[in-house]
C-alpha cells in the first residue's frame, strides 16, 4: 500500500514530507504547515505537480497505478498496470480507465476494473479475477456462472471482455501482455465478407414455374445489366473517394500539426508546449516561462496552444 502526505487544506497528495512546494510555502508564510502520512487507497487528491515529477519511476503508467490504488483497486490490479498494461504495444494510459461503469444489454449495470476505448470499435473489458472477487458462501460454479453471465450480457452491450486470473497476472504476465494484445487486434478487425449471410429467398407458391426467357434474348439482357452495374459501382466509388479526400483534407488543415514525443521531460524546440496528464486524468499544457513548465514531465509536445486545446488539453491553472 502507498503511503503519501497531506495537508489539512490542499488538494494534492506528496510524495514526501519535504515537497519543495511545501517549503516554499512555509518560507513565503511564515509558519509551518501541517502534514501527515496517509495511505493512497481511496484518496481523492491529485498528486503534486512539483514533487512527484521528480520522484523515480513516475510516468503516466505510475499515475495509472496510483489512480486505480485511490479506486479501491486490488493489488493483482496495480500488478496488472505494471506487469501487463505498459508493455502492451500501442496501448497509451489515458486509454485505459479504471473502475468504470457499464451496462449489458440487460440494463443491469457493472463495474469494470479496466476499460480499453480506442479507435473505432475498439471496445475491450478487462476483469482481475481471483478469491477476493468471489465474497460470501457461493460455490465455484456459482461463481463461474456469475461470470459467464456477466460476460454474455456485456458482449451482447458491444463489449469484448477479456478475464485474467490473479495467478496468471503475478507469475506470467508475459502471456496476459500476448493475450490482450491479439484482443486488441481483433476489436478492430472487420468482418469477412462471408460472415454476412445472404438473404433469404421468398418461396414460390406450390405448383408454380417461373415463366421462360429465351436464351437469345436473355444472354444479351443479362450482359447489358451487368454492364451497367459495373458503371454504377464505378461512378459510386469516384463519388465517395473525392468525399473522402476532400473530408480528410478538411480533417487534417483544422487539426494542424500532429504532436510529437518527447525527449525525457524536454519537448523539442519546434513543439515547446507541454502536454501532461494529470493524476487525476485531467489534460493540462504548460508554455514556456510557466511556473511549473521545467517541473513538467510532458506525455506530449504541441508546436501551438491551439494544438493542445485541439487534442482536449486545458491550460494550467498557475501560469
Known amino acids: 500500500m502507498t503511503q503519501v502526505f497531506v ?29 501527515w502520512p496517509t495511505p493512497l487507497q481511496n484518496l481523492h487528491q491529485e498528486p503534486c505537480a512539483i514533487c512527484w515529477p ?19 483497486g486490488a493489488e493483482f490490479e496495480r500488478v496488472f498496470v505494471r506487469q501487463v498494461l505498459r508493455h502492451v504495444r500501442d ?41 477476493n472477487k468471489a465474497p460470501g458462501e457461493r460455490s465455484p460454479d456459482e461463481v463461474r456462472r456469475a461470470l459467464e453471465t456477466r460476460r454474455t450480457d456485456l458482449f451482447a452491450a458491444g463489449w469484448r471482455v477479456v478475464n485474467f486470473g490473479n495467478e496468471r497476472v503475478a507469475n506470467r504476465s508475459a502471456e496476459c501482455v500476448v493475450e490482450l494484445e491479439s484482443e486488441l ?11 454476412h449471410p ?22 444479351p439482357a443479362t450482359a447489358a445489366r451487368g454492364r451497367w452495374r459495373l458503371v ?43 502536454g501532461n496528464l ?14 511549473y513548465y521545467d517541473k513538467t514531465t510532458p506525455e506530449e509536445c504541441f508546436a501551438s496552444v491551439e494544438d493542445a486545446e485541439a487534442a482536449g488539453y486545458r491550460p494550467s491553472a498557475i501560469q
Request: net charge negative; with cysteine.
Open 7 to 35: 495537508t489539512r487544506t490542499g488538494a494534492k497528495y506528496h510524495a514526501s514530507y519535504e515537497c519543495p512546494g511545501i517549503l516554499d510555502a512555509e518560507a513565503q508564510h511564515g509558519r509551518s504547515i501541517e502534514r
Open 54 to 72: 521528480t520522484t523515480g519511476s513516475w510516468d503516466a503508467w505510475t499515475q495509472l497505478e496510483h489512480r486505480v490504488e485511490q479506486a479501491g
Open 91 to 131: 496501448l497509451r494510459p489515458f486509454d485505459v480507465s479504471v473502475q468504470r461503469d457499464a451496462t449489458g444489454i440487460s440494463g443491469k449495470r457493472y463495474r469494470l476494473d479496466f476499460a480499453i476505448q480506442g479507435e473505432g470499435n475498439l471496445r475491450v473489458a478487462v476483469e482481475i479475477d481471483g478469491k
Open 185 to 195: 487486434r481483433e476489436a478492430l478487425r472487420p468482418l469477412p465478407r462471408d460472415s
Open 198 to 219: 445472404e438473404p433469404a429467398r421468398a418461396p414460390s407458391a406450390p405448383g408454380a414455374t417461373l415463366p421462360t426467357v429465351p436464351e437469345s434474348t436473355a444472354a
Open 232 to 274: 454504377w459501382v464505378a461512378v459510386v466509388g469516384a463519388a465517395v473517394l473525392i468525399v473522402a479526400v476532400g473530408l480528410w483534407a478538411v480533417f487534417k488543415t483544422d487539426r494542424g500539426q500532429e504532436p510529437q514525443n518527447p525527449s525525457g521531460s524536454e519537448c523539442p524546440s519546434s513543439a515547446p508546449v507541454k
Open 278 to 291: 494529470s493524476g487525476g486524468g485531467d489534460k493540462i499544457f504548460h508554455e514556456p516561462g510557466w511556473t
